[in-house]
C-alpha cells in the first residue's frame, strides 16, 4: 500500500497568517496517463470532508484562491495564504493513483 | 443542489449484516466512479470499497474483501454497500463520496454485543 506521510501533524496558526502542510508519499504519484492523482481535502469540526484541491494543484469548486497546491511525483505541498476561522479542521491529503486508495493521517490547524 | 444521502446504519452484534445506501442527486450519477469511506471514531479516513460508473468492476481495501459487496442501481441513482460478517473493528462512519467531488454527511455503524 502507498503510505502518505503528512507533517507537521499539527498547527497552530493566527487568523491572517500563511501555512504549509507537507504530504509525501512511499510511491510516485504519477499514473500511466501523465496525471497525478493526489488531492487536498479539508474537515472542518463536525462536518464531512470537502475537497479542496485535485489533481495536485487544480482548485475544488468554490475553493477561495488562498489554498494552492504544488508538487510532483512523491512529495507535495498545501500551502493557505491567510488563513481564515473557516479554515480550522483537519486537512488530509489522499491519492487515488493506486489501490487501496490511501491518505495522510491528516493535519490538524488550530487557532493561536 | 447536490446532495448525497446515507441511511442503514445502526448498531449491530458482531457477525451481523447490515446494508448501506446513499441516495444521490443534483449531478449525473451515472457518469462518475463512487466509493465508500470509513472513519473510525477519533481516526482518520480509511477508504473502504470503490466501483466504476457501470458498475462493471469493483475494488476493495483487503480488509473488508469477501465480507463487504459495493453495488449501485443508475436508475435509482443509489449506492449501496453490503456488510456481512461485521467486526467490532468495522465500527465507523461511513461516507459515501464520488471520490473525493463531493461527500454525504455519513452514516454511523456500531458493531458490539
Known amino acids: 500500500d502507498v503510505v502518505m506521510t503528512q507533517t507537521p501533524p499539527s498547527l497552530s496558526v493566527a487568523i491572517g497568517q500563511s501555512v504549509s502542510i507537507s504530504c509525501k508519499s512511499s510511491?510516485?504519484?504519477?499514473?500511466?496517463?501523465?496525471?497525478?492523482?493526489l488531492h487536498w481535502l479539508l474537515q472542518s469540526p463536525g462536518r464531512s470532508p470537502k475537497r479542496l484541491i485535485y489533481q495536485v494543484s487544480n482548485l475544488g469548486s468554490g475553493v477561495p484562491d488562498r489554498f494552492s497546491g504544488t508538487g510532483s511525483q512523491k512529495d507535495f505541498t498545501l500551502k493557505i495564504s491567510r488563513v481564515e476561522a473557516e479554515d480550522l479542521g483537519v486537512y488530509y491529503c489522499?491519492?487515488?493513483?493506486?489501490?487501496?486508495?490511501?491518505f495522510g493521517a491528516g493535519t490538524k490547524l488550530e487557532l493561536k | 443542489e447536490v446532495q448525497m444521502v446515507e441511511s442503514g446504519g445502526g448498531l449491530v452484534q458482531p457477525g451481523r449484516s447490515l446494508k448501506l445506501s446513499c441516495v444521490a442527486s443534483g449531478f449525473i450519477f451515472s457518469n462518475y466512479y463512487m466509493a465508500w469511506v470509513r472513519q473510525a471514531p477519533t481516526k482518520g479516513l480509511e477508504w473502504v470499497a470503490s466501483i466504476t460508473n457501470s458498475g462493471g468492476s469493483t475494488y476493495y481495501r483487503d480488509s473488508v474483501k469477501g465480507r463487504f459487496t459495493i453495488s449501485r442501481d443508475n436508475g435509482k441513482r443509489t449506492l449501496y454497500l453490503q456488510m456481512d460478517s461485521l467486526r467490532p473493528e468495522d465500527t465507523a462512519t461511513y461516507y459515501c463520496t464520488n471520490p473525493w467531488e463531493r461527500w454525504g454527511h455519513g452514516v454511523m455503524v456500531t458493531v458490539s454485543s
Open positions: 510511491q510516485s504519484l504519477e499514473y500511466s496517463d501523465g496525471k497525478t492523482y
Open positions: 489522499a491519492q487515488t493513483t493506486h489501490f487501496p486508495y490511501t
